[in-house]
Structures are given as C-alpha cells and as structure tokens.
C-alpha cells in the first residue's frame, strides 16, 4: 500500500523509540493488520499474549474493552487505545448494576461474562470466557446452570454445545445480528461450492446455515487447513481482506458489515497515540483488582 507507507514508516520508528507493541484485532483495515501490527488475533489470542510482551506500552488496535483487558494482565504498563470512540454494543448492552439484579434473581448461579464487557461488569462475575473458549469456560465450572451475558447468541450457541443450562442476557453485536440465514440461503444459491464459516454472534438461523461455527481465529485456521475453494466469513468483512494475501487458492465472497467502532482506529490515529501517549487506558486499582480475577481465572481455563 504506497498511499500508507508514509505513516507505515513512522510508527514502525516510533514503536522501536517508545519500546511498544502493537496488538490488533483481526478486524482492524489491512493497513494496520500487515503494516504495523506486531500480534494480530481474536480477544482470546490478544489477552494471553497482553501478558506475554515486555514492551512498555502496548498499543491496542481493537475496541475498549480489548484495552481494558490489556491494562487489567499489565497494570504496569501504559495501555493506548488509539481512539475514544472505539466501544461495542455488547459491552454497552449491560452494566454492573445489571449483573447484581441478575444475581438476586438467581442466586447462587455463577455469572459467565464474554470478554466484550466493560472492567466494571468483569468486576461483578466469576469468570470471563471469549468466543473462543466459552463452552470449556461454562463446562469448567461444574455446575448445572449459569448465566451468560451479554450476547444471547453467543448464549444459544454455547447451550447447543453442553449440557448446562444457560440463562442469557438480551445483548446482541450490532454487526453480526444484522446477518440473516436467507441472506445465507441467497449466497448459496447464487455461488456453488460455497463454504459457510460464521461467528457465534450471529443469530440462530445463520448459524443453523453455515459449515463452521467459530471465533475469528478458529475461522482463520478453519481457511488456513481447510482451504476451500470459496468461503462466506459471516463476520465483520475486514477479516476476508485480512485473510485472503496469506490465502491465494480461496475465494472470498462477503456480504460487507462492517464495525463502526473497529474502524475508528486509523493509522493516524495511532500515529497520534504513541506521538502522545494518550488515550491512556486507566482503571482504578480496587475495580482492577476483582475484574483482572475473573480474566485470569478465564486464561487458567484455557489461554
Ligand atoms: P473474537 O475475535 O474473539 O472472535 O471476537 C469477535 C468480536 O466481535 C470482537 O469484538
Ligand atoms: Fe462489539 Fe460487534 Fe464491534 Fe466486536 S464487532 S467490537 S462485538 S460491535
């Protein structure tokens, strides 16, 4: 990309002068993925390694609550989320005050939290789980019901999965509930030989749909080792670009949803994050102290 190479450059220099790291999520633009990123995953994959890195900041290319996590395994560490605006509907869908009303209506049954919640609402649960590790989360547990918030999805999905019964939350992904199983059924018709792959947050019948249900880093490796010959990722379509340079012999075919918070991170915009050191991610120590609990209790399950 010539027209970004500019910007490519002097981040890269500035990552050596401020010993930083950059953390991206799979859905941030190729330009960032390829061109400046230094670990590139799902929440999962960005959590264990925010603990793995011994730079001095760590720049998260991703949303909030992904800094958020970062700074709980690193509160040493300068944590820069490169843009204010960088929320998610999930996280936004629930509260801490929630969680204690949710208790008091089932006590004694322990509250699984996706990742996609704010240090407040992690502060509340037992332990957190991703799209990646949330059956073997539940499962860990050894009880016969939990409740599982926010995404009721992800939720359904789970409960298709194991034998414990799930009490969901009604919190949806904007990106992925806006997918639909006709939608699904339309692509099939008008594209033979097509191979189905969809994220847990999509609704019920897209996942009843497609081929293969998982994260985005299970979604990637599913392309990687099965390599066929034309997919449909029903995820936020940055990830098809992202994918498809280490992936020559796949066609992607995409309906394009994109997240709008994702995007607010830009290659300026890091820029300006590691020129300035800010925005800082801060998070008060006695809220730290109980919401990094259940993130570790969650990468002691499964990393
Ligand atoms: P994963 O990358 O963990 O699958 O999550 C998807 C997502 O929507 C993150 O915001
Ligand atoms: Fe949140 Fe969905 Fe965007 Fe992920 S893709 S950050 S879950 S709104």
């Avoid at 002068?17 to 633009?29: K, P």
């Avoid at 033979?192 to 792959?197: A, E, H, P, S």
Wanted: with cysteine; aromatic share 6%.
């Amino acid at each position: 990309w010539p027209f970004h190479a500019p910007l490519v450059h002097a981040i890269n220099e500035l990552k050596r002068e401020r010993n930083a790291v950059i953390l991206a999520h799979n859905y941030q633009t190729p330009e960032i993925f390829h061109g400046v990123a230094d670990i590139v995953g799902d929440s999962l994959a960005l959590a264990a390694r925010a603990t793995q890195t011994d730079a001095d900041v760590i720049v998260l290319a991703g949303v909030h609550f992904m800094a958020e996590t970062a700074k709980l395994l690193n509160p040493a560490k300068t944590v820069l989320i490169p843009s204010r605006n960088a929320g998610c509907s999930l996280a936004d869908s629930i509260t801490a005050a929630d969680v204690r009303l949710l208790r008091e209506a089932h006590p004694g049954v322990p509250v699984v939290a996706y990742v996609n919640t704010s240090a407040e609402v992690k502060a509340e649960v037992d332990i957190c789980c991703t799209s990646g590790n949330a059956v073997e989360v539940v499962e860990s547990l050894g009880v016969d019901r939990v409740i599982f918030l926010p995404d009721e999805y992800l939720a359904k999905y789970v409960a298709t999965q194991t034998k414990v019964e799930i009490i969901a939350w009604k919190g949806h992904c904007e990106v992925h509930e806006r997918f639909t199983g006709a939608e699904i059924e339309d692509f099939r018709r008008r594209f033979d030989r097509l191979t189905v792959i969809a994220h847990p947050e999509c609704p019920p019948d897209v996942l009843e749909a497609a081929d293969f249900v998982g994260s985005t880093a299970r979604m990637i490796d599913y392309v990687g080792s099965e390599k066929p010959p034309r997919v449909l990722m029903v995820t936020e379509c940055s990830m098809s670009d992202n994918v498809a340079a280490a992936s020559p012999e796949t066609e992607f075919v995409r309906p394009c949803n994109l997240c709008p918070h994702m995007k607010t991170v830009t290659l300026s915009s890091i820029l300006e994050s590691l020129q300035t050191l800010e925005p800082r991610v801060e998070i008060p120590d006695a809220l730290a102290v109980r919401a990094r609990r259940s993130v570790e209790r969650m990468l002691a399950v499964k990393p």
